[in-house]
């Protein structure tokens, strides 16, 4: 059913009708006149649910018709109607009784009720109480006024009655329950406007939109049937024994007695009454609606939001602020639109009180366009301030991203103030992880500011950073912070490096620090190269030499110097790596003496050293990688005559032993003892004893007794005579050590007896050739062999 433009409801008219004057043309009950728009339906919907119903036992009592309370009814399921019914007594056509009249208005737009809820229509002023002239009568136009209980009267009713807000607190949270699970509502009472006046003031503090949904009847003779959920019976009447005691699945308000029954008062409804009665009932009025209209589902946060919005006192509460900044973030402006405003302003007002959570919200809010201009950077600035001091307060760092505020908003004046506020924080000093938190977010919101300004806290951080390499900060996360705090970190380790502490500190930083070309030039990173290298097995050490030689090559020679230096500043080159340095050098870069100490000292210590280390100094001299001392340069000299010697020594002829005799004389000590294994091998494998005193003389005092040794040892064989005369020549003379001399002669013998006569004659031949002064002692040491020879075979012969 639609209503034509400039009118508010339909109109229909029920009454008891003489031949003629109603809709049907017959005489009887019947609607009487209708409005141009009401149609069957609406008929159909009044006749069911809104006539008013008279008592039959006043009927047959025949009570005056004075006595007769008005009714008043309503129904909100689909279609609108609110109906208005007199008590006409006897019939038109007759004298029986039950004449009445209901004046009923009909819509299908529940906004024709405005903001006036139903029970509000009782006493309006343009109810009738009579038949229309003809069958047709006018709708309703929107000009309509509704009764005269207001929500001012509500305040003042409830106020004055006794138990006044208990009922009502009853009442409101009935009507709250209704639905399927939910019990109906009965009132007893005797006055249909007090009834009336209970549902108006409960309705009143429920949305209109609600209100006008919900049904009643007052009054009805059989509660059971009717339609409504809300009914009310005269006590008189007979309608119903429920009662407050015997409820009968009622809630039930006994007006006469001024009992209800027990019914769970909601939080929500005790809230509303209490509004109703505290504060001005027009703004009361305004918060229900709002409350209604802002869409939220928990009833207790709609009623906090819109008693915000509409109420003057204290600023908000934490939850609340969290409701509505989450509200007005999540709901289009378009919604409450004229009072979003009075929200703004109340969550702006003192903004430094909020929680980051809030703030966050309301940057978002503000982003969004619906907080002022001018407040939008306040509020950014709070929620930053917020977050550095719950960073400086909780050791941690949210990873919070915020979205540019619009172009213009923040100016420099903001960002100044920013500015300021980490070195505030900072300055707290409530221990590292709060300070390097801080850090973190004013990096995140990309402050600008002078983390110099708090000497005492930088350094109480760099020194902890120090101790602590195993934090392992993103220092990179830290912004303008990152190169003054890194900076003083490496003059923090430095000066540990400088009070010897090096080894240390590069044992705990070294992997901190990312050397992956040449190496800077900053003392620092030495001991932290030389570190890594120290750490490295064979394969790390080889790779990291020649990553960072070669990576120092464009740098100059001044870079490899230092870059050698760190490489085995805590550690002695091996032979393998010393080998590499040809490979990845260029010739002629020189290195520092400090880089070949361990491998001179090598060969200079007498019995560590062999020919690979000589050899590798030669190619590293030849590739002009060493400045070599005279020592070396002598010794590379020699290294080749000596070579040449051992290589010749053993097939020389007798003639040329003396000149070999004068070459080995001529190298250095230092060749000697590097040769000295191939210098005892090539002495021993001589083909003629000749200058072998001389050789020996030249040999190192304290291996004279190896080669004693060796000599001796050779004797084991018999197949050869020049060593038996050697060892001769060389005994009895001292040079060879007192064991030696202790058994050269028990050895010789041995030899004389296992040789036979061919060598022995030799040998004997061999000893008047070079020591003819000693052939008697030779013949004695020839006789005594043969004697102990023969001795020990006769005492074989006797003992078996």
Excluded at 71 to 81: E, I, M, V
Excluded at 290 to 311: C, E, I, R, S, Y
Excluded at 698 to 725: C, F, H, I, M, N
Aim: charged fraction near 25%.
């Amino acid at each position: 059913m639609s209503a034509p433009d400039g009118t508010a409801f339909e109109t229909l008219i029920y009454t008891d009708c003489v031949p003629g004057q109603g809709l049907q043309g017959t005489a009887g009950l019947q609607f009487q006149a209708r409005s141009p728009g009401a149609d069957r339906t609406a008929m159909n919907l009044v006749q069911n649910s809104l006539l008013y119903e008279p008592p039959a036992n006043w009927m047959r009592e025949r009570r005056p018709v004075t006595d007769y309370p008005p009714s008043f009814a309503h129904t909100g399921d689909g279609l609108f109607a609110t109906a208005a019914g007199v008590y006409l007594g006897r019939e038109a056509n007759g004298g029986r009784e039950g004449n009445q009249l209901t004046h009923a208005v009909v819509t299908g737009d529940p906004a024709s009720y405005g903001l006036v809820r139903p029970a509000q229509m009782f006493g309006a002023p343009f109810w009738t109480d009579r038949p229309a002239a003809g069958t047709e009568c006018p709708p309703l136009s929107r000009t309509w006024e509704p009764g005269p209980f207001d929500i001012e009267a509500a305040q003042t009713f409830v106020a004055g009655r006794p138990r006044g807000a208990e009922l009502l607190e009853c009442l409101l949270s009935a009507l709250q329950a209704l639905g399927p699970d939910g019990r109906r509502v009965l009132f007893i009472g005797e006055d249909a406007a007090e009834v009336l006046r209970w549902i108006s003031a409960a309705t009143l503090l429920l949305p209109q939109s609600r209100a006008v949904g919900i049904g009643f009847k007052v009054f009805t003779t059989n509660p059971a049937y009717a339609a409504q959920p809300v009914v009310a019976v005269h006590p008189d009447w007979d309608s119903t024994s429920s009662r407050v005691g015997n409820d009968g699945g009622y809630a039930v308000f006994d007006l006469t007695r001024n009992e209800f029954s027990d019914v769970t008062v909601s939080e929500d409804a005790s809230r509303r009454v209490r509004l109703l009665l505290d504060e001005d009932p027009y703004d009361v009025l305004d918060v229900v609606e709002q409350a209604g209209a802002n869409g939220l589902t928990d009833p207790g946060q709609a009623l906090d939001l819109a008693v915000t919005m509409v109420l003057r006192g204290p600023g908000l509460s934490l939850p609340i602020a969290r409701v509505a900044v989450n509200w007005l973030r999540d709901t289009p402006a378009t919604l409450l639109a004229q009072d979003r405003n009075v929200l703004v302003d109340k969550l702006v007002g003192n903004i430094k009180q909020w929680p980051e959570d809030v703030l966050l919200g309301l940057d978002e809010v503000a982003r969004s366009g619906q907080i002022a201009q001018e407040w939008a950077p306040e509020v950014r600035l709070a929620l930053i301030s917020a977050e550095l001091n719950r960073a400086s307060r909780s050791g941690t760092a949210e990873d919070m991203q915020l979205p540019p505020l619009p172009p213009g908003v923040w100016t420099e004046q903001y960002a100044a103030r920013c500015a300021e506020l980490v070195p505030d924080e900072l300055a707290q000093w409530r221990g590292p992880r709060p300070f390097e938190a801080v850090l973190r977010v004013a990096a995140r919101f990309d402050l600008q500011y002078d983390v110099n300004a708090v000497p005492e806290a930088v350094d109480a951080f760099v020194t902890y950073w120090a101790d602590n390499p195993q934090e392992k900060y993103q220092a990179k996360a830290w912004g303008v912070a990152w190169p003054v705090l890194r900076g003083r970190l490496n003059d923090k380790l430095l000066e540990r490096i400088d009070r010897g502490r090096g080894p240390e500190v590069g044992d705990a930083w070294c992997d901190h620090f990312l050397i992956n070309g040449a190496l800077p030039e900053y003392r620092l990173y030495e001991t932290m190269l030389a570190a890594k290298m120290h750490a490295a097995d064979r394969d790390g050490r080889q790779a990291l030499i020649k990553d960072m030689l070669v990576a120092g090559l464009p740098q100059g020679l001044g870079q490899i110097r230092r870059t050698a230096e760190a490489l085995w500043q805590r550690t002695a080159p091996t032979l393998a790596e010393y080998a590499m340095l040809p490979e990845l050098l260029p010739p002629g870069t020189v290195l520092t003496e400090r880089v070949f100490r361990s491998l001179l000292r090598s060969i200079e210590a007498s019995g560590r050293a062999g020919h690979p280390e000589v050899d590798l100094l030669r190619r590293l001299d030849e590739h002009g990688l060493i400045q070599l001392p005279g020592l070396f340069v002598t010794l590379l000299d020699d290294d080749a005559e000596l070579r040449q010697w051992c290589e010749s020594l053993p097939k020389a002829e007798p003639e040329a032993l003396a000149e070999y005799c004068r070459v080995l004389a001529a190298v250095g000590p230092l060749a000697r003892r590097v040769w000295l294994r191939e210098i005892v091998e090539a002495m021993l494998a001589v083909r003629h004893p000749a200058a072998s005193k001389e050789m020996v003389a030249q040999l190192p005092e304290q291996t004279r007794a190896s080669y004693g040794r060796a000599l001796l040892a050779s004797l084991g064989k018999a197949d050869r005579a020049v060593p038996a005369v050697i060892a001769f020549r060389l005994g009895g003379i001292g040079v060879l050590g007192p064991e030696y001399e202790r058994l050269w002669p028990d050895e010789l013998r041995h030899w004389l007896r296992k040789a036979g006569d061919k060598r022995r004659k030799y040998a004997t031949g061999l000893v008047h050739e070079v020591v003819p002064r000693r052939q008697k002692e030779w013949a004695a040491l020839v006789e005594d062999s043969e004697k102990s020879f023969w001795s020990r075979l006769r005492r074989e012969k006797k003992e078996g």
